[in-house]
């Protein structure tokens, strides 16, 4: 069994900061670091968008909505926060207490600290500076449940019914193997831890300045390989987004091929 990362968890979240409903298991919600509040999320042929300013830090909120332990493994502009890896489902994230909630404000650079998210325009961002620009402009999080083990199967009825044997004691009856062991490629795969404004520049994300985060180790075994959940907000500025037609903008003049056209005035007295 690996270790996984788990980050401290807010314990007091402001009521602005009720996620999107974003998924089943798990909610990710967009955070603007210099109000506190909720980027609001937009709905366009049934995907999630938020707006970003260039400049401006933010902060993921991922929340736990099960009744058990789940891990997240978050990725921005197919770059995993953690590791810096291009992202994949098995790599290491961020386990979550049923109900609780984590802040993840940057690329994790140690046990103690992170490097701050911050919208930029596409060439500056983190993946673009490490020539995988192809994927900027979309946050994911893979769910993944716990595996548990299955509960002692109660006493087989027919041993209690058994014949007995020559000795005159119960013979053994036959009895189903179960080592309820997931396969060892189920396990979590860690190797260090757990008018309409003009169109602008595609938004990335930078790798902004280091900022105190504390994490430490844990234990986790996925329940399985594939992701229990994929959860998917797409971002970009907000002159894109309204160019784009996902947040509405005011409606376009359309432009008058005879913009001088009137009938005869009267003249100057």
């Given at each position: 069994m690996k270790k996984i990362l788990i980050a401290a968890l807010a314990a007091l979240l402001p009521a602005w900061t009720a996620p999107v409903q974003a998924g089943a298991l798990a909610d990710l919600v967009v955070l603007n670091r210099t109000t506190g509040e909720r980027i609001r999320a937009y709905v366009h042929r049934g995907r999630l968008y938020v707006p970003g300013t260039p400049g401006e830090k933010y902060s993921l909120l991922v929340t736990n909505k099960s009744s058990a332990r789940l891990l997240s493994v978050v990725a921005v502009d197919g770059v995993n926060v953690i590791t810096g890896e291009t992202a994949a489902p098995a790599q290491s994230g961020y386990v979550l207490d049923s109900g609780a909630s984590v802040d993840i404000a940057g690329w994790r650079k140690n046990m103690s600290e992170v490097a701050a998210f911050v919208f930029t325009p596409l060439p500056d961002s983190y993946a673009a500076r490490t020539d995988r620009p192809d994927n900027v402009g979309v946050i994911g999080v893979a769910v993944f449940r716990e595996y548990l083990p299955p509960p002692p199967r109660p006493p087989d009825l027919l041993q209690q019914h058994a014949p007995l044997s020559d000795a005159g004691t119960p013979g053994d009856a036959a009895r189903e193997s179960a080592s309820g062991a997931a396969p060892d490629s189920a396990s979590a795969r860690m190797?260090?831890?757990?008018?309409?404004?003009?169109?602008?520049?595609?938004?990335?994300?930078?790798?902004?300045?280091?900022?105190?985060?504390?994490?430490?180790?844990?234990?986790?075994?996925?329940?399985?390989?594939?992701?229990?959940?994929?959860?998917?907000?797409?971002?970009?500025?907000?002159?894109?987004?309204?160019?784009?037609?996902?947040?509405?903008?005011?409606?376009r003049a359309e432009p008058n091929p005879f913009p001088g056209f009137r009938f005869a005035p009267d003249p100057r007295s």
């Open positions: 190797e260090s831890f757990q008018v309409l404004p003009k169109a602008e520049e595609k938004l990335g994300t930078g790798h902004g300045e280091r900022e105190a985060s504390a994490a430490r180790w844990t234990d986790f075994r996925r329940a399985s390989e594939r992701p229990n959940e994929l959860i998917s907000i797409y971002y970009d500025s907000s002159a894109n987004l309204i160019a784009r037609g996902i947040i509405p903008g005011a409606p």
